[in-house]
């Protein structure tokens, strides 16, 4: 069964460099009711192939308090495309260049209540392009083998979706 449903009001709450907050409010049947939204320009997420090895970066998370294993990722920029913004964002965070990068997969973030669109990259032939990192984050860039990474998901080391779905997307279907 679909319901008609349509937008009375969406008011904006709060708004950053990133993302903003706005209410909406919804005519549902006959009701109206009212959802918070993150409304969020989308980001990537690269899966960064190195043989066997796979790039990853260790980051510090205030949302966690704690340090997470991830791959490297980022949020696309105003008009920005989101393929530049993954080669953009290899480079920031990793300091490596891929002459390669395949689209996998777009998902959302959590749909509940963002818009956030992650779009999913596998990058290849990689090399060394700066030894220079983005300075506004804190990052550590570790290379581990592909292996070892499904064990750490299922081990629960590795707890960033973005970077589970990517490895377990791209297990399902390489060769």
């Known amino acids: 069964m679909t319901v008609d449903i349509q937008t009375v009001t969406q008011n904006k709450i709060y708004s950053n460099n990133i993302f903003k907050i706005s209410q909406r409010e919804l005519m549902w049947g006959k009701q109206i009711r009212k959802f918070d939204i993150i409304e969020h320009n989308g980001s990537v997420a690269i899966l960064t192939l190195d ?90 860039v570790k290379k581990i083998e592909f292996e070892e990474l499904l064990d750490m998901i299922k081990t629960n080391k590795i707890i960033d979706s973005k970077t589970i779905c990517a490895i377990l997307f791209y297990n399902q279907f390489r060769n």
């Open 51 to 140: 043989n066997k090895n796979i790039v990853m970066i260790e980051q510090y998370r205030a949302s966690t308090e704690e340090y997470v294993l991830e791959i490297p990722a980022g949020t696309i920029e105003k008009n920005e495309k989101p393929e530049e913004c993954a080669m953009r964002e290899l480079e920031e965070e990793t300091g490596y260049k891929a002459k390669n990068i395949v689209h996998m997969i777009s998902y959302y973030s959590s749909i509940g209540y963002s818009t956030e669109l992650i779009h999913c990259y596998v990058a290849t032939d990689i090399y060394k392009n700066s030894s220079i990192i983005s300075d506004d984050e804190i990052i550590n």
